[in-house]
């Protein structure tokens, strides 16, 4: 399986991703850090990807998602942005929305 198709089944099988430089409990960058603490505030059911255990996966996603910079976030296939989007949703309220949906349609990371 190429590396398109690895990242597009993740993105299947997930409706929350989060694509992120080390873990939820061990972050390795501060950006991913604030991504992942987000996203927990929220109670938002994801699933993190750690981009360093997969070079491959860690210099094709930038391609695959058109944006430069880890982490990335997905909600159904479909990239909403970085740390900052991530905060903004977060300070609108819809992030919170997000999560809401996506825990009352039964999806689980």
């Given at each position: 399986?190429?590396?398109?198709?690895?990242?597009?089944?993740?993105?299947?099988?997930?409706?929350?991703?989060?694509?992120?430089?080390?873990?939820?409990?061990?972050?390795?960058?501060?950006?991913?850090?604030?991504?992942?603490?987000?996203?927990?505030?929220?109670?938002?059911?994801?699933?993190?990807?750690?981009?360093?255990?997969?070079?491959?996966?860690?210099a094709a996603l930038p391609r695959y998602?058109?944006?430069?910079?880890?982490p990335q976030l997905f909600l159904h296939?479909?990239?909403?942005?970085?740390?900052?989007?991530?905060?903004?949703?977060?300070?609108?309220?819809?992030?919170?929305?997000?999560a809401q949906e996506t825990a009352l349609?039964?999806?689980?990371?």
């Amino acid at each position: 399986m190429d590396v398109n198709d690895r990242i597009k089944a993740v993105l299947d099988a997930h409706p929350l991703v989060l694509f992120m430089k080390g873990t939820p409990q061990f972050p390795m960058c501060g950006f991913s850090s604030r991504a992942a603490q987000m996203l927990r505030e929220v109670g938002a059911p994801f699933h993190a990807v750690n981009v360093l255990e997969d070079p491959e996966l860690r210099a094709a996603l930038p391609r695959y998602a058109n944006w430069p910079t880890f982490p990335q976030l997905f909600l159904h296939g479909e990239l909403l942005g970085g740390c900052d989007i991530t905060l903004e949703l977060k300070a609108s309220g819809e992030l919170q929305r997000l999560a809401q949906e996506t825990a009352l349609r039964g999806d689980t990371a």
